[in-house]
């Protein structure tokens, strides 16, 4: 059994940077592919940032340079580290992991479709 727990959201300026965290357990195989997820109010929930078991990542065009999704299995972390924030980026933050041992990070930030979500986290950019 795979459990997700959400830390770091708040709020911050435009132009500003938070980090947020997901601390995970369960085996391995249960978090062979990861992710962070939004959702603004009224919009259907979008991907983020991904990473596959060989720690490949992928993003989402509205955060590519300016998001790093990263990975620490001693610790049992996925942070995602978010850099020059903009009110878009507004939104319930959430983790998600999916079984493996074979998964597609590119899938899961397409599609969304995980085997374990955390409760979010929430992020608010405004001046």
């Known amino acids: 059994q795979v459990r997700l727990v959400e830390s770091g959201g708040g709020s911050v300026q435009p132009g500003g940077s938070l980090t947020l965290s997901c601390e995970f357990s369960?085996?391995?195989?249960?978090?062979?592919?990861m992710g962070w997820f939004r959702q603004a109010p009224g919009k259907e929930r979008e991907g983020v940032a991904s990473?596959?078991?060989?720690?490949?990542?992928n993003y989402g065009n509205d955060v590519k340079g300016r998001f790093q999704i990263y990975r620490d299995r001693a610790r049992k972390t996925l942070d995602l580290q978010m850099n020059s924030l903009k009110p878009e980026d507004t939104g319930m933050y959430y983790c998600?992991?999916?079984?493996?041992?074979?998964?597609?990070?590119?899938?899961?930030?397409?599609?969304?479709?995980?085997?374990?979500w955390g409760q979010g986290t929430q992020v608010t950019v405004s001046s």
């Open positions: 998600a992991a999916v079984q493996g041992p074979l998964c597609s990070g590119g899938l899961l930030l397409a599609f969304g479709k995980a085997d374990y």
């Open positions: 369960g085996s391995t195989d249960g978090t062979a592919c």
């Open positions: 990473i596959e078991p060989q720690e490949r990542t």
